[in-house]
């Protein structure tokens, strides 16, 4: 050993533009969304430029900072005690994403199970509003036809994003390949379903009462806002899987050191999750029996 060299198991990475890169793109992204919507220095409202210049940076940032994880991960970097570092950290993304969907979650659970005690307000216009249900008047997307259809879809691609993984861990990289692409495909077919879904709702008036067109009121934003994000968290994972099957292709990945798969595996499987607690209270039980 040289004289002054320090052995360890941790990777020191090499000074990196991103976390500055990020962090100012994430700024002028958030600038530019207030002045999109209210303006600001002297940006009239509706000015979008701003937003998506710093959106552009965010998007460049994620690409080139993971494209040199996955140049760390090809050279051998990530060793044992790192490995385990980023399994810490994947956990922890996901488990703020669970409270992220807990928050949807609580308001609608909030109106569906105590939306009887706002009718005690002395506002005419609460009571009204709380005093059922759905909401009198609201037309609910029945669960047992496309939701049942996208529940079955998601649920098959946990099994065969679980058989790629199991294939990759016994050295079949055929196999897993064939189980990735049978996912990716599956949830280009879920986000294909949900966007007609989408279509289908704003078309025939879903959730929008007579009196008021351009508001979808109390049920139409929390069903927006719970599938809207989970939509948004599959194309998100479709992409992590995407990335995974580039690498596969590419040589990369082996039965033992594979992290990155294993991080958008149990990213899908949270995903699944989610929906299966969306499709189960907000379609089911607490969807109303309206519909066509």
């Known amino acids: 050993m040289a004289h002054g060299e320090v052995k360890h198991d941790y990777h020191l990475v090499n000074p990196s533009p991103w976390p500055l890169v990020g962090s100012a793109s994430a700024t002028v992204m958030a600038l530019g969304g207030v002045a999109w919507m209210k303006g600001l220095f002297g940006l009239p409202e ?7 210049a710093g959106l552009a940076g965010v ?3 994620m690409v080139g900072w993971w494209s040199d994880v996955v140049k760390e991960a090809n050279a ?4 044992p005690v790192v490995a385990i570092g980023l399994r810490y950290g994947m956990i922890m993304f996901i488990a703020s994403e669970v409270m992220f969907f807990v928050a949807w979650f609580w308001i609608f659970f909030e109106m569906a199970l105590f939306h009887e005690a706002r009718t005690l307000s002395g506002i005419e216009e609460v009571r009204t509003a709380w005093a059922t249900w759905p909401p009198a008047g609201i037309e609910t ?6 939701p049942l259809v996208n529940t079955l879809t998601l649920l098959l691609s946990g099994t065969t994003v679980t058989w790629a993984h199991h294939a990759l861990q016994q050295g079949d990289r055929r196999g897993t390949q064939i189980g990735l692409i049978l996912t990716i495909l599956l949830g280009v077919l879920f986000t294909s379903i949900q966007a007609y879904e989408y279509s289908h709702i704003l078309q025939h ?9 351009a508001n979808s009121g109390l049920y139409g934003s929390s069903f927006f806002m719970a ?5 948004f968290h599959v194309l ?5 899987l995407t990335v995974c099957l580039i690498r596969l292709m590419n040589g990369g990945f082996s039965p033992k050191q594979h992290f990155g798969f294993e991080a958008a595996a149990w990213y899908w ?6 929906w299966l607690f969306l499709f189960a209270f907000i379609y089911v039980v607490f969807g109303g029996v309206g519909g066509h």
């Open 46 to 52: 509706g000015t979008s430029w701003l937003f998506f």
């Open 59 to 61: 998007l460049y940032t």
């Open 76 to 79: 051998g970097d990530h060793t």
């Open 141 to 146: 997307v029945p669960a047992w036809n496309l």
């Open 205 to 213: 008036n879903y959730f929008f009462g007579a009196e008021d067109q």
């Open 227 to 231: 599938t809207g994000f989970h939509g």
């Open 236 to 240: 998100i994972g479709t992409i992590f």
């Open 269 to 274: 499987h949270f995903v699944d999750v989610v």
